[in-house]
């Protein structure tokens, strides 16, 4: 069986529960500070290369108006998340006999002003993203700055979930959720953990 390597502070005990009882778990203080201050650094020194999502195959939508960059192997520091996320899909894989190969993310900023309204990240069944998980970057963050993630767990009750500093969510991806509006500028990872076709 694969070993399976996590920070100490992801009690995965816990969050196998709570994605059983609840579809969503959040993790705080989920990696060393060093570590996070690295990913600030990555994803301000990158910000003049985010584009906005709200562009989709040259459509302009009115869901969504953030701002992304896709993670590669160009961004070494995301990256190392990415794998992290990884090897949380081998503990998801065998705890809720998923078929999770791959996870695909990207830096988000949300300015002043900007949002995400209601909408499930697999709608309907209809692509492979089975969990997604937002992590947040900023190293600071009042309540009063919004950009707060709301969240509908699997009995439909709704719950409002702070971007604290250094915080990982993580929820099923058809749950309906959205993002308020930011007073101040919101930095985070997207991730989906995928089940494609992609062979390993």
Known sequence: MEDVFLPQSWALDQVISDLHQHGFAVIDRAYEQAYLHDLVEECTENINRFREAAVQNGVVTQIRSDHILWINENLPIAQQHINTLQQLAITLNRAFFTSIREVEAHFACYNAGEFYTLHRDNPQQKNDRVFSAVYYLHEQWQSH???????????????????????????????????????????SITAWLRSGLVLW
């Open 145 to 187: 700055w919004g950009g707060q993630l709301r969240l509908q767990d699997v009995h439909q009750d709704w719950h409002i979930i702070e971007p604290a500093p250094n915080r990982l969510v993580i929820f099923q991806s058809d749950l309906l959720h959205e993002v308020l509006k930011a007073q101040q500028q919101r930095l």
